[in-house]
Each structure stands twice: as structure tokens, then as C-alpha cells.
């Protein structure tokens, strides 16, 4: 259910991805397909255009893969940076316990939360680390 939803860009997440998914499922399998998922959006929607205006519709893997590589990696990077200079959360940590000031101990989630949430808001995905 998951890796369809993330591929057809439905993204339906019926789990919290903190504590389902380990780092590197995170960083392979969800990044990839919300890249995909979006790339091939986009492409779709530059054929309908061109085909709209009466153009050659194209070539999709060419459209594809120049999405991908110059539009949505380097904007993905540089949303993370500014993600995560403003305090997102970007390590390959394990989840850490702390003690609260009630004296219960608490596990707080980290991991490449900001690279999740770039790609996320320029796919225009769902889902996402926190579920």
C-alpha cells in the first residue's frame, strides 16, 4: 500500500514513518518515489501544455529526466539548507530518550527530516517522516 501510494502520487500513509520505516527505507525507497511520482507529474503535464499549444509533444524521458536534474534536485537541496538552518532536523541519528521535567522519560525522533520535507512541498506529496 505504501510504495503504491508514494509511485502514483497519492501518497496515502497509514503509518508514522518516525517509527515504521528505519533511515535508510526513508532515504531509498520514500525519497525515490516522491521524486518519481513528481518528475513524472510534471512531464505528463508538460505534454498536455505542449500538446494544447499545438506542439510536438515531446520526448517524456527527456522531460523527465531534465526535471529531475535540474529542477527539483538542486531546488530540493536548497530548501533543505534552508530548512535546516532554520532548525528542522537533518541527522542519521537513532531515536534519543530524554527526561522530562515531569520525570518520565520521553524518545524523540530524528533523521533527514528536512531532504523528506524539501521534496515534499515541491512534489506537492503527502505524507512525510513525522506520519
Known amino acids: ?62 522531460d523527465f529526466t531534465r526535471i529531475i536534474t535540474r529542477l527539483m534536485l538542486p531546488l530540493s537541496f536548497i530548501l533543505a539548507v534552508i530548512f535546516i538552518s532554520e532548525g528542522v532536523v537533518q541527522n542519521y541519528h537513532a531515536n534519543f530518550s530524554v527526561l522530562t521535567l515531569e520525570n518520565k522519560f520521553q524518545s524523540i525522533a530524528t533523521g533527514p527530516v528536512a531532504a523528506l520535507e524539501s521534496i515534499k512541498h515541491l512534489g506537492t506529496n503527502g505524507g512525510g517522516f513525522f506520519g
Do not use: P, W
Not at 3 to 10: A, G, M, Q
Not at 25 to 43: D, E, K, R
Open 1 to 62: 500500500n505504501t510504495v503504491i501510494s508514494f509511485i502514483t502520487n497519492t501518497n496515502l500513509q497509514h503509518y508514522s514513518g518516525e517509527s515504521a520505516l528505519s533511515l535508510l527505507s526513508q532515504n531509498t525507497g520514500i525519497l525515490l518515489a516522491m521524486f518519481v511520482s513528481s518528475a513524472s507529474g510534471y512531464s505528463a503535464c508538460m505534454a498536455f501544455c505542449r500538446a494544447l499549444c499545438g506542439m510536438q509533444m515531446g520526448n517524456f524521458y527527456e
